[in-house]
Nanobody, 118 residues
Framework: QVQLVESGGGSVQAGGSLRLSCAAS????????MGWFRQAPGKEREFVAA????????NYADSIKGRFTISIDNAKNTAYLQMNSLKPEDTAVYYC???????????WGQGTQVTVSS
């Protein structure tokens, strides 16, 4: 099994920044991709960003391109999501995920709340 623990959420004003962290433990060698998803109240969970465990390949949702950056520190088994120029519409619970592929994300964290006020 793989355990994922998110941290770094909070409240910020529009235009501000936050950095989310996702610490992975357990059978991480079985994971190829780590990613971030988010779910706003009344909406379905949506993809935000993903990165291969090697850090070579990244993928971003159009809504956050140019504002968010995903990265990974293999030595710490930790993925990060740097969020800049935050907007009120970025308000959501952000979930870290991992799996053998973006279409097969098999492990999820508990989520961390991000609130952006105008």
């Amino acid at each position: 099994q793989v355990q994922l623990v998110e941290s770094g959420g909070g409240s910020v004003q529009a235009g501000g920044s936050l950095r989310l962290s996702c610490a992975a433990s357990g059978r991480t060698f079985s994971m190829y991709v780590m990613g971030w998803f988010r779910q706003a109240p009344g909406k379905e969970r949506e993809f935000v960003a993903a990165i291969t465990w090697s850090g070579i390949s990244t993928n971003y949702a159009d809504s956050i391109k140019g504002r968010f950056t995903i990265s990974i520190d293999n030595a710490k088994n930790t993925a990060y999501l740097q969020m800049n120029s935050l907007k009120p519409e970025d308000t959501a619970v952000y979930y870290c995920s991992a799996g053998p592929g973006l279409a097969t994300m098999t492990h999820w964290g508990q989520g961390t709340q991000v609130t952006v006020s105008s």
